[in-house]
Structure formats: structure tokens, C-alpha cells
């Protein structure tokens, strides 16, 4: 576990970091070069400040005005090294910088002060420690040569030519000595430790995002065991429906048949009433086995038990049996119900009797929801690249959806009303086996309606078997 910092760390850290760009900060590394950036700045500006008594005590003339000039123009040209920091926002430009202007300076005080008799020259040393901690490792080597050629031509001025002026009084360099000698180890010493305390900030991050990780890691592993579980349980209750759909129909149909019998019994025998009675008895049975077929064919489906049985016939076909076999019930709501399809006939090899399904699905509800209205089934085809698909559009002019129903409406046992005192009658299963039988054909199921002005249902579906069985993009409404 790192160590806790100390309360004044923590205080220096963040004046140190007061104004800087947030972005600099969230990056570990970039947050260490910046607070050395800072911290090599304000100890130059600090030397600089302390060297001005030294120079004034030590120099006289025209030395002390060049030294006056070089050690306050050092300082100044330091302070951009912050500015640029925050100015860029990351910390290379101002590490070059601040190295730049430690080294002008160094070499300016040591041809000065006697070259390599200087006591100031050994500061060179530090200058590529300084780039590669604040601009990088790269800024470090070139650095380094800087220093190096830096190193020989002191030499060479100093041992070939004359070119180097002697500003300082030589007797009073125990003072000078003393003081860069005490801010060079107060400086490099300040700056190992912040970057200690920067090192010791980025592990206590690092663990606190490990411990998250590792809590994260749990919540995904009770997860996946949840949703195993309603796996499970889903494929248990789809058993279930299935099982218990086939066991009622059984008697149900038995039900029909002798109800059935009755009604021919009854016409036989002359007996209006009681045959009005076991028409009705036959129609509420027949509307129940409806209702178990939904049930059965949704528990099928998604048990993955339902095949499919592809032919290849005219889709068209199809949607006009559908609107046959409904028009009494379009005629008993005052609907005009009608099919537009392509002069040409359209092919695809689907399976007919679930694409029978889910029209007669979407024109039942289309007929229901519409009353003294239109009803218009859309047949056309639609070809995107080499692909073929079937597109069936189911048009009215109804109550409409409000916008937020929209992708509800496709759950099982969902309905916009599902209240006690509801107008429309249903299950809420129509659409959502809709949807299943469209997928397992490779197509896809969407709704376009504007609440109160009508909907439009719109089934894609690809003319021939697709490789895979997996839905293709979601359906347009045209
Ligand atoms: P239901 O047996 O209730 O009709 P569906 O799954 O077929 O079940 O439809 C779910 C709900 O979607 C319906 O209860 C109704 O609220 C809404 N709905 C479906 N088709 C239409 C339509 N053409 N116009 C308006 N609402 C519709």
C-alpha cells in the first residue's frame, strides 16, 4: 500500500498545480513532469533571486552589470518555462525551455567565473537529468550532448584562447561555492522528492483502480450467473407453456367438434335458440384455441422447437387470401380493406403458412384499431446488392401508437391499454410472435405511427433462405 504523503507534500503538490489544464493532470506521467516543470521553474527563479546580493558583493563594473543582466534575464526567461506549461498542455516545450535556461545560464557563470576553476561548472551535470525528468528520456540524451559539447569548447576557450572574461573577484568564491552548492543539493533533493511523491500518488491510484477492477470483475461474474438463471428459467417456462397449450387444446377441440354436432343436431331438429346458443359456444371456443395456438406457437419459438417449411410461391398471394378471408370482419368495423402489390409477380421462397400468420396478425390488428377507415396491405420487392427482399407494409388509418409504446408493443402480453376497462380486446401476444416468426425467416419487424392519425407495420424479409438464420437491418416503414 503507498505510504500517505505528508500535509505540507500535499499542500506544495497542489500549489504547484493550481492553474494547471486539467487534462495534464489525469495522466499520471505527464502529472510528474509537469509538478518537476514547476518545481525546477520556481527553484531557478529562487537561485537567481539569491545570486543577485552574491553578484553585487562579488563583481564590479562592467562584470557586474553583465552578471546583473544575465542572472535577472535567467530568472525572467525562466518564468515563460510555467506559462508554456499551461499554455500547451503538455510538458515537453516547457522541460526544453527551463533546461535551456539552466544551461545559458550555467555556462554564462562558468566562462565568467574562470571555467573549469569555476565552482558553478559542475552544474552542467545535472542539466540532462533535468530534460530527461521533465521532457523525456529523448530530451535527456540530447541534452547530455549539449552538455558535452558545451564541456569541450569551455575547454578550448579556456586552454586556447583568451576569450573568456574573469568577472568575479576569485577570492570570494567560498561564498558563491557555498550557496550553489547548498541549492544544488537543496534542488536535486527537491526534485527526487517530488517525483517520489508523484510515483507514491500514481501507486495509490493504480491500487484503487486494481481494487475497482476487482470489484467490477465480481459484479460481471454474479451476472452472468444471474442471467444464466433467467435462462434457465425462461426455457423452463417456455416448456411449460408449450406442455400445457397442447394438454388444453386436446379438450378444447373436442369441445368444437361436439358443439358442432349440436348445431347440425339443432338444425336438424328445428331449434333456433338452442343453435344460436351453440354457434356462440362454438365461436368463444374457437377465439380460445386462437388465443392457446398464440401461446403455443410463442412458447415453440422460443424454445426453438417451431421449423420452418420454405416454398417457393408469389408473396402476393398471400396478403390477398389474408384480406379475403377478413373482409367480413373489415365490413362489420366500416373499413375499406385492399391490397397494392406490383403488376409483375414477385417470387420468394419463404414459409407460407407463418407468413400467412403474421399478416393475418397485422391486418386483424390494423382492422381491429381502425374503424370507418383504410386498411392497405403493401406488397413490393426490394433488391440491395445481389439480395432480394419481400416488403410487406400494413397501412391504416387508426388510433395510432404514441411514440413511446412503439418498441413495447413487440414484448409478449404487452398492450398500449392493458387496463381492466380497456376498448380493444387481446392478449398482447399477436405482435411479439409477429416478431419471432419475421426473425427466424432472416427479416425484421418495425412500426411508423403518429398517435391518433393511424400506423404503418412494416415486415422485411429476404426472398431467399439466408445463410444464416439472423435478422437483417431493422425494417423501414415505407
Ligand atoms: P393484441 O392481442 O392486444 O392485439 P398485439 O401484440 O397484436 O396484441 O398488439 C399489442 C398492442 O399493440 C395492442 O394491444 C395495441 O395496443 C397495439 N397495436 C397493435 N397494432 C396496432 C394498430 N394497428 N394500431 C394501433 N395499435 C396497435
Same mark, same amino acid.
Given at each position: 500500500? +503507498?505510504?500517505?504523503?505528508?500535509?505540507?507534500?500535499?499542500?506544495?503538490?497542489?500549489?504547484?498545480?493550481?492553474?494547471?489544464?486539467?487534462?495534464?493532470?489525469?495522466?499520471?506521467?505527464?502529472?510528474?513532469?509537469?509538478?518537476?516543470?514547476?518545481?525546477?521553474?520556481?527553484?531557478?527563479?529562487?537561485?537567481?533571486?539569491?545570486?543577485?546580493?552574491?553578484?553585487?558583493?562579488?563583481?564590479?563594473?562592467?562584470?557586474?552589470?553583465?552578471?546583473?543582466?544575465?542572472?535577472?534575464?535567467?530568472?525572467?526567461?525562466? *518564468?515563460?518555462?510555467?506559462?508554456?506549461?499551461?499554455?500547451?498542455?503538455?510538458?515537453?516545450?516547457?522541460?526544453?525551455?527551463?533546461?535551456?535556461?539552466?544551461?545559458?545560464?550555467?555556462?554564462?557563470?562558468?566562462?565568467?567565473?574562470?571555467?573549469?576553476?569555476?565552482?558553478?561548472? =559542475?552544474?552542467?551535470?545535472?542539466?540532462?537529468?533535468?530534460?530527461? &525528468?521533465?521532457?523525456?528520456?529523448?530530451?535527456?540524451?540530447?541534452?547530455?550532448?549539449?552538455?558535452?559539447?558545451?564541456?569541450?569548447?569551455?575547454?578550448?576557450?579556456?586552454?586556447?584562447?583568451?576569450? *573568456?572574461?574573469?568577472?568575479?573577484?576569485?577570492?570570494?568564491?567560498?561564498?558563491?561555492?557555498?550557496?550553489?552548492?547548498?541549492?544544488?543539493?537543496?534542488?536535486?533533493?527537491?526534485?527526487?522528492?517530488?517525483?517520489?511523491?508523484?510515483?507514491?500518488?500514481? =501507486?495509490?491510484?493504480?491500487?484503487?483502480?486494481?481494487?475497482?477492477?476487482?470489484?467490477?470483475?465480481?459484479?460481471?461474474?454474479?451476472?452472468?450467473?444471474?442471467?444464466?438463471?433467467?435462462?434457465?428459467?425462461?426455457?423452463?417456462?417456455?416448456?411449460?407453456?408449450?406442455? $400445457?397449450?397442447?394438454?388444453?387444446?386436446?379438450?378444447?377441440?373436442?369441445?368444437?367438434?361436439?358443439?358442432?354436432?349440436?348445431?347440425?343436431?339443432?338444425?336438424?331438429?328445428?331449434?333456433?335458440?338452442?343453435?344460436? #346458443?351453440?354457434?356462440?359456444?362454438?365461436?368463444?371456443?374457437?377465439?380460445?384455441?386462437?388465443? =392457446?395456438?398464440?401461446?403455443?406457437?410463442?412458447?415453440?419459438?422460443?424454445?426453438?422447437?417451431? #421449423?420452418?417449411?420454405?416454398? &417457393?410461391?408469389?408473396?402476393?398471394?398471400?396478403?390477398?387470401?389474408?384480406?379475403?378471408?377478413? &373482409?367480413? *370482419?373489415?365490413?362489420?368495423?366500416?373499413?375499406?380493406?385492399?391490397?397494392?402489390?406490383?403488376?409483375?409477380?414477385?417470387?420468394? $421462397?419463404? #414459409?407460407?403458412?407463418?407468413?400467412? &400468420?403474421?399478416?393475418?396478425?397485422?391486418?386483424?390488428?390494423?382492422?381491429?384499431?381502425?374503424?370507418?377507415?383504410?386498411?392497405?396491405?403493401?406488397?413490393?420487392?426490394?433488391?440491395?446488392?445481389?439480395?432480394?427482399?419481400?416488403?410487406?407494409?400494413?397501412? #391504416?388509418?387508426?388510433?395510432?401508437?404514441?411514440?413511446?409504446?412503439?418498441?413495447?408493443?413487440?414484448?409478449?402480453?404487452?398492450?398500449?391499454?392493458?387496463?381492466?376497462?380497456?376498448?380493444?380486446?387481446?392478449?398482447?401476444?399477436?405482435? +411479439?410472435?409477429?416478431?419471432?416468426?419475421?426473425?427466424?425467416?432472416g427479416g425484421s419487424i418495425g412500426v411508423r405511427s403518429e398517435f391518433g392519425r393511424g400506423s404503418v407495420f412494416t415486415v422485411r424479409l429476404p426472398a431467399e433462405p439466408p445463410a444464416r438464420a439472423e435478422p437483417v437491418?431493422?425494417?423501414?416503414?415505407?
Amino acid at each position: 500500500m +503507498a505510504k500517505r504523503q505528508p500535509t505540507w507534500s500535499r499542500r506544495l503538490i497542489a500549489l504547484l498545480e493550481r492553474g494547471l489544464p486539467p487534462a495534464l493532470l489525469e495522466d499520471h506521467e505527464m502529472r510528474r513532469r509537469a509538478l518537476l516543470i514547476e518545481g525546477t521553474a520556481w527553484l531557478v527563479v529562487l537561485a537567481c533571486a539569491l545570486t543577485v546580493p552574491v553578484i553585487a558583493a562579488t563583481t564590479t563594473g562592467l562584470g557586474r552589470v553583465a552578471s546583473l543582466a544575465a542572472d535577472v534575464g535567467t530568472l525572467l526567461l525562466t *518564468l515563460v518555462g510555467p506559462w508554456l506549461l499551461r499554455r500547451r498542455g503538455t510538458p515537453a516545450a516547457a522541460g526544453h525551455w527551463i533546461t535551456g535556461c539552466v544551461f545559458v545560464g550555467t555556462v554564462y557563470a562558468v566562462s565568467t567565473t574562470g571555467a573549469f576553476a569555476s565552482p558553478y561548472w =559542475i552544474l552542467l551535470a545535472i542539466v540532462p537529468f533535468l530534460a530527461a &525528468q521533465m521532457a523525456g528520456r529523448r530530451a535527456g540524451h540530447l541534452w547530455g550532448a549539449i552538455c558535452l559539447v558545451g564541456v569541450c569548447a569551455l575547454f578550448f576557450a579556456a586552454h586556447f584562447t583568451n576569450v *573568456l572574461p574573469q568577472f568575479h573577484d576569485p577570492d570570494r568564491y567560498a561564498t558563491t561555492t557555498a550557496i550553489y552548492g547548498a541549492m544544488t543539493i537543496l534542488a536535486v533533493h527537491g526534485l527526487s522528492h517530488l517525483a517520489d511523491l508523484a510515483k507514491d500518488e500514481a =501507486i495509490a491510484r493504480a491500487e484503487a483502480a486494481a481494487a475497482q477492477l476487482e470489484h467490477a470483475d465480481l459484479e460481471i461474474e454474479r451476472a452472468r450467473i444471474l442471467a444464466q438463471q433467467a435462462v434457465a428459467a425462461n426455457s423452463a417456462k417456455s416448456a411449460f407453456m408449450a406442455t $400445457m397449450s397442447h394438454e388444453l387444446r386436446t379438450p378444447l377441440n373436442a369441445v368444437i367438434g361436439y358443439a358442432e354436432m349440436l348445431v347440425e343436431d339443432a338444425d336438424a331438429q328445428g331449434l333456433p335458440d338452442m343453435r344460436d #346458443d351453440l354457434v356462440k359456444i362454438v365461436g368463444a371456443s374457437q377465439h380460445l384455441l386462437g388465443l =392457446i395456438d398464440d401461446v403455443l406457437d410463442l412458447s415453440r419459438v422460443e424454445a426453438t422447437k417451431l #421449423d420452418l417449411q420454405r416454398e &417457393q410461391f408469389a408473396p402476393e398471394d398471400v396478403a390477398r387470401e389474408v384480406t379475403e378471408a377478413l &373482409q367480413p *370482419l373489415a365490413r362489420t368495423r366500416g373499413n375499406v380493406l385492399e391490397v397494392r402489390a406490383p403488376a409483375d409477380p414477385l417470387r420468394a $421462397m419463404l #414459409d407460407r403458412g407463418r407468413l400467412r &400468420q403474421v399478416l393475418v396478425n397485422l391486418v386483424g390488428n390494423a382492422l381491429k384499431f381502425t374503424a370507418r377507415g383504410r386498411v392497405t396491405v403493401h406488397v413490393r420487392g426490394e433488391e440491395v446488392g445481389p439480395a432480394r427482399f419481400v416488403v410487406f407494409a400494413v397501412e #391504416d388509418t387508426g388510433i395510432g401508437i404514441r411514440e413511446g409504446d412503439h418498441r413495447r408493443i413487440f414484448e409478449p402480453f404487452t398492450q398500449v391499454d392493458s387496463s381492466p376497462r380497456r376498448r380493444y380486446e387481446g392478449t398482447g401476444l399477436g405482435l +411479439a410472435l409477429c416478431k419471432h416468426l419475421v426473425e427466424m425467416m432472416g427479416g425484421s419487424i418495425g412500426v411508423r405511427s403518429e398517435f391518433g392519425r393511424g400506423s404503418v407495420f412494416t415486415v422485411r424479409l429476404p426472398a431467399e433462405p439466408p445463410a444464416r438464420a439472423e435478422p437483417v437491418k431493422p425494417a423501414a416503414a415505407c
